[in-house]
């Protein structure tokens, strides 16, 4: 069974950090690209960031580019995302999500198939 399990959310202020960690079961991070998505309440979710497992290659919303940074550890079946210099627009429920993929993915929650729960970052002023 696929199982995509959130954690490191949490209360911070504003200029602090958090990192977030995506552990992934029943299938291997090889072949997939994962991604970090966000919703924040009454907005609609949107990509935060992804990572490719075959080539390494990334992408990031422009509006984290620069402060966030996604990695995975392969032996850990793990995807983590590194949040610095959070500010309160990045208050929002994250969720990481699992595809298989080859190449640069794109940050379109569509593209995704497997979806954890979330975890919430909540970032106060």
């Known amino acids: 069974e696929v199982q995509l399990v959130e954690s490191g959310g949490g209360l911070v202020q504003a200029g602090g950090s958090l990192r977030l960690s995506c552990a992934a079961s029943g299938f291997t991070l090889d072949g997939h690209a994962i991604g970090w998505f966000r919703q924040a309440p009454g907005k609609e979710r949107e990509g935060v960031s992804c990572?490719?497992?075959?080539?390494?290659?990334?992408n990031y919303a422009d509006s984290v580019k620069g402060r966030f940074t996604i990695s995975s550890d392969n032996t850990k079946n793990t995807v983590y995302l590194q949040m610095n210099s959070l500010k309160p627009e990045d208050t929002a429920v994250y969720y990481c999500?699992?595809?298989?993929?080859?190449?640069?993915?794109?940050?379109?929650?569509?593209?995704?198939?497997?979806w954890g729960q979330g975890t919430q970052v909540t970032v106060s002023s």
């Open positions: 990572i490719t497992s075959s080539d390494g290659s990334t």
């Open positions: 999500a699992a595809v298989v993929h080859w190449g640069l993915c794109r940050l379109e929650s569509a593209d995704f198939r497997s």
